[in-house]
């Protein structure tokens, strides 16, 4: 009976999350034809303006049928007993728990994203390329395509397997040393990154001598913050949108610029936006992020640790065996409102902090150049300047450029 309930309830958190998604996006999607606001005029002419509209369009369309595909497709799988397929495929393989969970989750990893690789090269090679975005080659998609699974599975891997191990080994318990292996690799990932990861991916060079780098070097100096490494990233490989992050602590700090972002703004604009950066880390927002992600990963795995034994969660979605791993996928499913809640706060947090950051700017630096920068990024970007507050609450993690210029603008 417990089980049948649970089926439902995770049944009903699928679509009810996918329906509020769903209007969230129709109540955005309503506002594209809306008027420039008048503090932003001078953005788009008309063409661009209406080009922009196509973009964003374009985009929404996608998006009601790729997270439709999604949803018809978990669906069919809880109904129809594709878990319990995968799940005794795996055991005909192997009587090993841990090797059984690899297999399990492998296979259900490689099947969505082979049915995702479509979905991912329609909106690359027809949507981006339309709108002139897309950069990247067809050997260069694919080739991504390889290295990121070939990570996911040697990490993903790994880590599950570590898991399930300590779960084996401690029970219960598990939860403590797992937390511990995770917050050990994010503080490691945070630190080396750009160093291990980006490389695969993206070939990164020290920003050159010249006029740029003696205005950085001397803003840097000027707020007393140690900066030996400032890399160039040959974004423009892949797409003609411009980015900007900061990575690492202490002598493994670093600002990466992308080779659009020079190219598109000017050198005192390009100074706003590394002020910016500098911003997030004099106000310990980096160090904040990775703290409250390792605290909600141990909550996480806390509660999970409560639940994991109770062989109903593995039942309800389809399983003739319960096990760790399909209490994991049952497990996701019903915690998934709370991580809900979660993101909804860090996504409030974050649009704080980039208020916080864009005010250290304004105030060690100069908020005009910031406000040019930010117009034509979202120029350039052909960004939606009149989005739904709602669509805002939900899925920002930066304020609205009008929001932000107002800002800058007190």
Do not use: C
């Amino acid at each position: 009976m417990f089980m049948s309930i649970l089926f439902y309830v995770i049944l009903g958190i699928i679509i009810l999350q996918f329906l509020i998604d769903a209007i969230v996006d129709y109540l955005n999607a309503k506002k594209f034809k809306e008027a420039i606001p008048q503090e932003l005029d001078g953005i788009f002419n008309k063409e661009e303006y209406i080009k922009s509209q196509r973009y964003k369009t374009a985009n929404y369309r996608f998006g009601i049928f790729s997270g439709s595909f999604s949803v018809l497709l978990t669906l069919s799988f809880l109904l129809f007993g594709g878990f319990a397929w995968v799940d005794n495929l795996a055991r005909s393989i192997t009587n090993n728990p841990i090797l059984i969970a690899t297999i399990f989750f492998g296979i259900i990893m490689i099947g969505n994203s082979i049915l995702n690789v479509p979905l991912s090269y329609y909106s690359t090679f027809v949507i981006e390329e339309k709108f002139g975005f897309n950069k990247t080659t067809k050997k260069l998609f694919f080739i991504d395509l390889i290295k990121s699974w070939f990570l996911t599975a040697i990490i993903g891997g790994a880590l599950l397997a570590l898991v399930i191990w300590f779960y084996n080994w401690a029970g219960t318990n598990f939860w403590v040393y797992a937390w511990a292996v995770i917050a050990t690799i994010s503080i490691f990932m945070n630190m080396f990154y750009s160093k291990l990861i980006v490389p695969l991916f993206n070939k990164q060079t020290p920003l050159e001598n010249g006029s740029l780098k003696t205005k950085i070097e001397a803003y840097a100096k000027k707020v007393g913050f140690e900066l030996q490494n400032i890399f160039i990233i040959d974004g423009s490989k892949r797409s003609t949108k411009a980015n900007a992050y900061f990575s690492g602590f202490g002598k493994q700090k670093r600002i990466t610029l992308y080779d659009t972002l020079v190219k598109d703004l000017d050198e005192e604009e390009i100074i706003a936006v590394l002020a910016h950066e500098v911003g997030h880390y004099k106000r310990k927002h980096i160090l904040f992020n990775l703290t409250a992600s390792i605290l909600l990963t141990g909550l996480t795995l806390y509660i999970l640790s409560i639940f994991i034994n109770t062989p109903s969660i593995s039942l309800a979605i389809g399983v003739t065996v319960p096990s760790f791993h399909a209490a994991l996928i049952g497990f996701g499913i019903l915690y998934s409102p709370i991580s809900e809640i979660t993101s909804l706060i860090m996504n409030y947090l974050s649009r704080k902090f980039e208020y916080q950051a864009d005010d250290y700017a304004k105030k060690t630096y100069a908020s005009s150049p910031l406000i040019t920068s930010l117009k034509k990024l979202s120029k350039t970007s052909l960004s939606n300047l009149t989005p739904h507050p709602a669509y805002v609450f939900m899925n920002y993690s930066h304020p609205t450029l009008i929001d932000r210029i107002n800002n800058l603008k007190k």
